[in-house]
T-cell receptor, first 112, second 117 residues
Framework: DAKTTQPPSMDCAEGRAANLPCNHS???????VYWYRQIHSQGPQYIIH???NNETNEMASLIITEDRKSSTLILPHATLRDTAVYYC?????????????FGQGTTLQVKP | GAGVSQSPSNKVTEKGKDVELRCDPI?????LYWYRQSLGQGLEFLIY????????KSGLPSDRFSAERTGGSVSTLTIQRTQQEDSAVYLC???????????????FGPGTRLTVL
């Protein structure tokens, strides 16, 4: 299973863009990059996912490098409610199991 | 629409007792997952159900843990003879399990906080 590496913590000023990096240098060609976040005392929340092209939705943008060995989640205008642990996950593609393997994630603190 | 629901939200039990945790997935979702999150730790996969296929139990930490999914919908996670190290938040997720292994999104419930005294 491809593993991911994320910084343990980051700060961001409210209203500014939050850029959360993730390294996944051993990713396989058919594995997707997923991002989830977990706000304190809640279950994880899906944010976005991608294979090789950049993706954007109402929550965030996902930039994946051409070699697919790293990616960046961008929250364009961070608010205090975006304070959470952000998990970058490479989806297990083998077998029939869709389990997610969570690392330690990045704790994003949005400050006023 | 309604999301994944779990009950109870909190459970306190004594060491050695059995507990049952319930998960109601999103209607129509064929895949159901159980994870747990110990204090200060990341999420750990426990078990996965997909339709009528045999479940993937590879994440269950011991034979004291079991789970079933009746009628392809509601799931129950049972922990027998609970130990203090079982204290954690137990999270359930479901997904529509669309075609294409990498494209189904898991939707999580709020979790059950289990405390074993």
């Amino acid at each position: 299973d491809a593993k991911t590496t994320q910084p343990p913590s980051m700060d961001c000023a409210e209203g500014r863009a939050a850029n959360l990096p993730c390294n996944h240098s051993t990713i396989s060609g058919n594995e997707y990059v997923y991002w989830y976040r977990q706000i304190h005392s809640q279950g994880p929340q899906y944010i976005i996912h991608g294979l090789k092209n950049n993706e954007t939705n109402e929550m965030a943008s996902l930039i994946i490098t051409e070699d697919r060995k790293s990616s960046t989640l961008i929250l364009p205008h961070a608010t205090l409610r975006d304070t959470a642990v952000y998990y970058c996950i490479v989806r297990v593609a083998s077998g029939n199991t869709g389990k997610l393997i969570f690392g330690q994630g990045t704790t994003l603190q949005v400050k006023p | 629409g309604a999301g994944v629901s779990q009950s109870p939200s909190n459970k306190v039990t004594e060491k050695g007792k059995d507990v049952e945790l319930r998960c109601d997935p999103i209607s129509g979702h064929t895949a159901l997952y159980w994870y747990r999150q110990s204090l200060g730790q990341g999420l750990e996969f426990l078990i996965y159900f997909q339709g009528n296929s045999a479940p993937d139990k590879s994440g269950l930490p011991s034979d004291r843990f079991s789970a079933e999914r009746t009628g392809g919908s509601v799931s129950t996670l049972t922990i027998q003879r609970t130990q203090q190290e079982d204290s954690a938040v137990y999270l359930c997720a479901s997904s529509p399990r669309l075609t294409g292994a990498g494209t189904d999104t898991q939707y999580f419930g709020p979790g059950t906080r289990l405390t074993v005294l």
